[in-house]
């Protein structure tokens, strides 16, 4: 596969609408995702299958001074556990320091072993929980990583 990772615009809107159905089964609406694609504070990246010219994963993250808030990322279910998920994060990382970012941080689910992993294998540590912060009640877990200190 010839994969790019890009800044995603308000052009891979559907695109985005549809891999958030597939694997984050409809996590934003609509206007949630142009929100995301335009807003100069957010920052939303895809890793592209150049020849399909497909969409396979996503991140998207918000800027908040020197911190940067993970929102979500997401693979395609058919090409999970390909090396996707940790591309993303390190071009987001590798973007973050060039921003002069001091600490990324997300919340996860508690139950959510796949990503739980991906964050663990780039260095995330765990510094809290937040008890029912889903809409189904389940748990978060809050993980961090210092810039600085990688
Ligand atoms: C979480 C997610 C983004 C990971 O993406 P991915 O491309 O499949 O992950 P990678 O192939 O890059 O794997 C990176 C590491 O994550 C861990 N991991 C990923 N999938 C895993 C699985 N099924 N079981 C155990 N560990 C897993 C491993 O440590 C893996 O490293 P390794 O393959 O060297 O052992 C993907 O599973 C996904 O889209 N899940 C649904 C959406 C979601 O839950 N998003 C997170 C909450 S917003």
């Known amino acids: 596969m010839n994969l790019s990772i890009i800044q995603l615009g308000k052009m891979h809107l559907n695109a985005c609408i549809d891999l958030d159905k597939k694997s984050l089964k409809g ?12 807003d100069p504070k957010r920052i939303c990246l895809g890793v592209i299958d150049l020849e399909k ?19 979500s990322i997401a693979v395609d279910p058919k ?13 987001l990382i590798k973007r973050s320091k060039s921003l002069q970012i001091n600490l990324i941080h997300l919340e996860v689910k508690d139950t959510n072993k796949k990503a739980i992993a991906l964050y663990t294998s780039m260095g995330f540590k765990v510094i809290g929980n937040r008890s029912k912060f889903y809409k189904d009640e389940s748990n978060a877990l809050i993980f961090t990583k210092e810039l600085n200190k990688s």
């Open 53 to 71: 010219k497909e969409l396979l994963g996503l991140t998207s993250s918000w800027l908040i001074m020197d911190e940067l808030h993970i929102t």
């Open 27 to 38: 996590l934003w609406t609509k206007s949630q995702w142009e929100r995301e694609l335009i």
């Open 79 to 91: 090409h999970q556990r390909k090396g996707l998920g940790k591309l993303l994060m390190k071009d």
